[in-house]
Nanobody, 117 residues
Framework: QVQLVESGGGLVQPGRSLRLSCATS????????MAWYRQAPGKQRELIAR???????NVATSLRDRFTISRDNTKNTLYLQMNSLKTDDTAVYYC???????????WGQGTQVTVSS
């Protein structure tokens, strides 16, 4: 059974940081590249950061100076460190495999990040 449980979101002021976590089922985590996605209000969900099984990362160009993706293979957990947050970062953040079709189309509940003064 697929498990994707995101946490760590919240309401923060611009310029602050947050660290998101994603607890996953071991089977899906250990055998796949993982990614963070986000869906801003009125927009489609988009992939923002990806990490391969061996730790190679790729972050969207517009975010790579502020966001870092990492994984702990011993804990089956995915992370997203977000620094210098901006109001445009307000969205629901999701984790999943890359591509998400490999999880059978399953999505967790996501975690809401709201950046506002």
């Amino acid at each position: 059974q697929v498990q994707l449980v995101e946490s760590g979101g919240g309401l923060v002021q611009p310029g602050r940081s947050l660290r998101l976590s994603c607890a996953t089922s071991g089977s899906i985590f250990s055998t796949n590249a993982m990614a963070w996605y986000r869906q801003a209000p009125g927009k489609q969900r988009e992939l923002i950061a990806r990490i391969s099984r061996d730790g190679s990362t790729n972050v969207a160009t517009s975010l790579r100076d502020r966001f870092t993706i990492s994984r702990d293979n011993t804990k089956n957990t995915l992370y997203l460190q977000m620094n210098s947050l901006k109001t445009d970062d307000t969205a629901v953040y999701y984790c999943n495999v890359d591509p998400p079709v490999l999880s059978g189309g399953y999505w967790g509940q996501g975690t809401q990040v709201t950046v506002s003064s």
